[in-house]
């Protein structure tokens, strides 16, 4: 299952409200999370990335808790993940993703993720 | 080896003339490509992605380019690539991508990639 | 009118400390969004399009909500904006912006945009 | 029918070795550009300043085109959506496709566009 | 010394657990900041300004901070900056920078930096 | 003078087709570009910066090329601009940058820059 569509807050208002676009929304996470060579998690990872690359705060930091809960992604993969966004998009985009990661892993719940 | 360094234009000029900043590319590639978990091809399907997401023609030319004959990346893995950056970053840069793409598959040398 | 200006809290400083950039912002914003043959409705919902393709949080909620204010502009139609949104930016800036309007909508003032 | 998503030289290639992909870029386009109240036109509009904001020249050229070509949208349209991406993005994304757009009005097949 | 590196919160870890990380985040600060013919608050007025155009508000702030408190950058100087930023990345990027910078001034500490 | 306004190809149409547009563009340019405490110079600086960390190349292009030409700025200058480049904005966007000026210092015009 690749359920990260609901972990958004407006998702399930979508959901009720504006039905083509959920099915939509599911659909497209179904089959770009669907490669034909590359696993789940990898696909995962490279999300993780190009999140960290692009976008807000709370999107690297959702993407980041479903991969750990989800798919047990560790620490250590996620820091190469950011090795590679330190290159191609800069530091400061790096030290927010970091800084997400590292207040994310004080939940004792992540705690096997380290 | 990761020399994709080398593969700029203006890289040999940063050589010759500021070597101090042609240092700190290497430097940079050595580091950020040496992840502790995950292995180089996986790091440079993620450089793939972000490029993808956020740069011009040029860079991801070269990052595909460097990845299927350096490591003999294969088309299917680069469209697993696209898949997430058509979920995360929209079409028109996923389209972009895949035009690409399939420009470079035309090089006969790339033969094995598809 | 078109007052977004005021909206923004570093604005009334500007207006005060350099009432030329204050000048070329009122300026920027009347002729931007005097169209010829578009209305200013139709050039605001492009305004909250290309912020939430691009901006952090908070000028999409102030754009969304000086439309939804100002112009009576509806959920159903910030939605086929953010449907663009989806197609043309990806998914993660698509839910960033549902959720800010969402959130947006339980302000009991806005309940006639629904 | 919005049918964009063939304008593109990667998509015959996705449609042949993808079909996945294919269909969901289909479905996207399908349901993005179907909106409730929003005419397509207007969509099309909001896609175009989506696109002078964030993306390459081939991308503008081509929705500035399609929507051209399909939709006879004018250049005056045109200009009030790019009157928003200099307010919105700056003076290099407007200067950008404001190019782009002029050359190609010198096509003429275009003439009554203008 | 060009010490921002330690500004961010997640910057101790990293020094921690990845020393490699570490190591290169500061050879990559040193040498970008060491220009042969800008001087290092030139450059910094510069980092301010890609910030500003392209970064969430922690990494704005951030740069405001340690330019004021090292290196003694006046407001009118980053109001400079802001200028530029109003010309080439459009009025969102410049209306949340102006709102960030009246906010940090509100520091008595920085009342100098008036 | 800060004549950039004139090196783009769409702006005489748009300064016959849409006067109000054109006077805007001049007056943005005029303010931003007067700063109260930078000089001219620095600000040309910093819009270069702004463009290599997101634009495309024509902007990047003809920002150096107006630097260089009408105020003298020197390839040691952009270099170290371009250094900011690649700290706060990844490699790919500092490669594609030196390579754009070293393609422009091969024009002998520019040789009083080197």
Do not use: W
Not at 9 to 20: E, Q, R, S
Not at 100 to 110: G, H, M, N, V
């Amino acid at each position: 299952m690749k359920e990260e569509v609901f972990f958004s807050k407006g998702m399930p208002h979508i959901k009720k409200d504006y039905p083509d676009l959920y099915e939509i929304s599911v659909h497209l996470n179904d089959t770009c999370y669907t490669g034909k060579v590359l696993d789940y998690k990898t696909q995962k990872l490279i999300a993780i990335a190009v999140n960290a690359a692009a976008s807000d705060d709370r999107a690297i930091r959702k993407q980041m808790l479903s991969g750990m809960k989800e798919l047990g992604i560790k620490r250590d993969e996620i820091i190469d993940v950011l090795r590679v966004v330190l290159l191609t998009a800069g530091k400061p985009k790096f030290t927010k993703a970091v800084a997400i990661l590292y207040k994310l892993l004080e939940d004792p719940d992540l705690a096997s993720c380290i």
